[in-house]
C-alpha cells in the first residue's frame, strides 16, 4: 500500500471530493488530507468548523487529516501549494490534485521555474496588467498556452508541480479530471462546486443531495459561518488599528496597506472597503485576504514564516501508521497538545476569533475539542 496525500478545504465536502478519495482508495492507497482550518485560501471563514470537516473527510475514505496551517492557509495560491507538499512530502508517495486540464500541468510549471520566466513577467507587469493576467501572457510570450491558468483548478494544479520540482519531492503527482464549474452558484448534483454547496447551506434550501451520506449526517447539525455574520467585527478591527500595524499587514506592498487604511476610514461595509482597494492590478481574493489577516493580527513577517508543524485533526487506525511513518521521516504532526511554540498563540488566536462569524450561537472554541478517531464498531 503506498500513501497519497490530498491538499484541500472541504469547504464543504461535496460528493466532488468523495469521488477524489474514492479514485485515490480503489488503487489501494492510504489518503492523507492536509486541510485549511477555521480560514480558507479566499480570505474567508470556513463554513464549517474544521473538526466537522475533519471528521467528515475520515468518515467518507480519508485516513488521517492534517490541519493546513493558518499561515499556509492564507497565503496566495503558490504558498498555499508549497507548504501542502512541504508537509506531505517526507511520508507521501504520490499528491492527487483536481483540474480542469490534466495535459501539459507540468510542462507549465517548469516554464514557470524558467530562468526566462521573471523577465517575461516583469514586462507585461510593467504594462500595468494585473499578476494572473501578466502570468498568462508570459507563458504566451514563451510559446506556451497560458489560458492553462484561466482555470482555479488548474491554477493549484500547476502550482502543485511547482512545488514538487523546486522541493526536489519524491512525490508522484496524479491529476484528476475535475468536471464542473468550480465557481457555479446553480448546485450541478453530479459535479457540485463548493460554492454552490454554501449558497445552498446559507439559505437553509436542500444540500444534502451534494455531500456524501456520512458528510451530510455529521454537517446537519453544524453551526454555519460567513464572513457577513462577523462583518461588525471586522469593521471594528480595522477601524481601531494604528498607522504601523496597517503597514505590517501581508499584501501591502506597494503602498496597498494605505490605501487600505483610508477605505477603512472612509468606508461602511467591507464590500465598499473591497471595492475602493481593489484595482486591476489587485485581484479581489488577494484584497479579501489582507483584510482577514488584519482581523486576526497577523503580520507579513508572520504569514512568511515556515509553520513548525501540521496539526492532527482526525484519524482511523491506517492514520494512526502514517503518523509514526510521518515522525520517524522527521514530519512534525502534533496530536492536539499544547506545545512550547509562539506558533501556538497565532493558532489559538484564531480560533477563539473564529466563532464570531457564526450564525448564531458560536460553538465553543476549537481547543475545547478532542481530535477525531472513530469508534469501535
Not at 482508495?25 to 485549511?36: L, Q, Y
Not at 467528515?56 to 503558490?78: F, I, R
Not at 480595522?238 to 500595524?245: F, I, K
Amino acid at each position: 500500500m503506498k500513501t497519497v496525500g490530498i491538499i484541500c478545504e472541504y469547504n464543504p465536502l461535496h460528493l466532488g471530493h468523495k469521488k477524489q478519495i474514492d479514485h485515490v482508495k480503489a488503487a489501494g492507497n492510504a489518503v492523507v488530507c492536509i486541510m485549511s482550518g477555521n480560514y480558507v485560501q479566499r480570505g474567508k471563514p470556513a463554513i464549517i468548523d474544521k473538526s466537522l470537516r475533519a471528521k467528515a473527510a475520515v468518515e467518507c475514505g480519508a485516513d488521517l487529516v492534517l490541519e493546513l496551517p493558518l499561515t499556509a492557509a492564507l497565503s496566495s495560491a503558490e504558498s498555499f501549494a508549497s507548504e501542502g507538499v512541504r508537509f506531505l512530502s517526507p511520508f507521501c508517495d504520490g499528491l492527487c490534485f483536481g483540474a480542469e486540464d490534466t495535459h501539459g500541468l507540468m510542462e507549465t510549471a517548469q516554464a514557470l521555474l524558467s530562468e526566462e520566466f521573471p523577465a517575461a513577467l516583469r514586462a507585461e507587469l510593467d504594462m500595468g496588467l494585473s499578476f494572473p493576467a501578466a502570468r498568462q501572457r508570459a507563458l504566451e510570450r514563451m510559446g506556451l498556452d497560458g489560458a492553462i491558468l484561466t482555470k482555479p483548478n488548474n491554477i493549484l494544479a500547476v502550482e502543485y508541480c511547482k512545488a514538487i520540482l523546486a522541493q526536489k519531492s519524491a512525490m508522484v503527482p496524479m491529476s484528476i479530471h475535475r468536471a464542473g464549474d468550480y465557481h457555479n452558484e446553480t448546485p450541478d448534483r453530479e459535479n457540485p462546486s463548493a460554492t454552490a454547496v454554501r449558497k445552498l447551506m446559507l439559505s437553509a434550501q436542500d444540500w444534502k443531495s451534494c455531500a456524501p451520506a456520512n458528510a451530510a449526517t455529521t454537517f446537519q447539525d453544524a453551526t454555519l459561518h460567513s464572513l457577513g455574520a462577523g462583518e461588525r467585527a471586522i469593521l471594528c478591527k480595522l477601524r481601531t488599528m494604528t498607522e504601523p500595524e496597517f503597514e505590517a499587514l501581508p499584501y501591502g506592498s506597494e503602498g496597498l496597506w494605505r490605501k487600505l487604511m483610508h477605505a477603512a476610514r472612509s468606508y461602511a461595509t467591507l464590500e465598499e472597503i473591497a471595492f475602493a482597494v481593489k484595482s486591476k492590478r489587485y485581484t479581489r481574493s488577494r484584497i479579501d485576504r489582507m483584510i482577514l489577516c488584519a482581523f486576526l493580527g497577523l503580520t507579513a513577517q508572520e504569514l512568511a514564516s515556515p509553520a513548525p508543524y501540521a496539526r492532527v485533526l482526525a484519524f482511523n487506525d491506517q492514520g494512526r501508521e502514517i503518523i509514526k511513518t510521518a515522525r520517524n521521516y522527521g514530519s512534525y504532526p502534533n496530536i492536539g497538545q499544547k506545545l512550547d511554540n509562539p506558533y501556538q498563540a497565532l493558532e489559538d488566536r484564531a480560533d477563539a476569533l473564529y466563532g464570531l462569524f457564526a450564525h448564531g450561537t458560536p460553538d465553543p472554541p476549537y481547543f475545547f475539542r478532542r481530535v477525531y478517531y472513530p469508534p469501535l464498531p
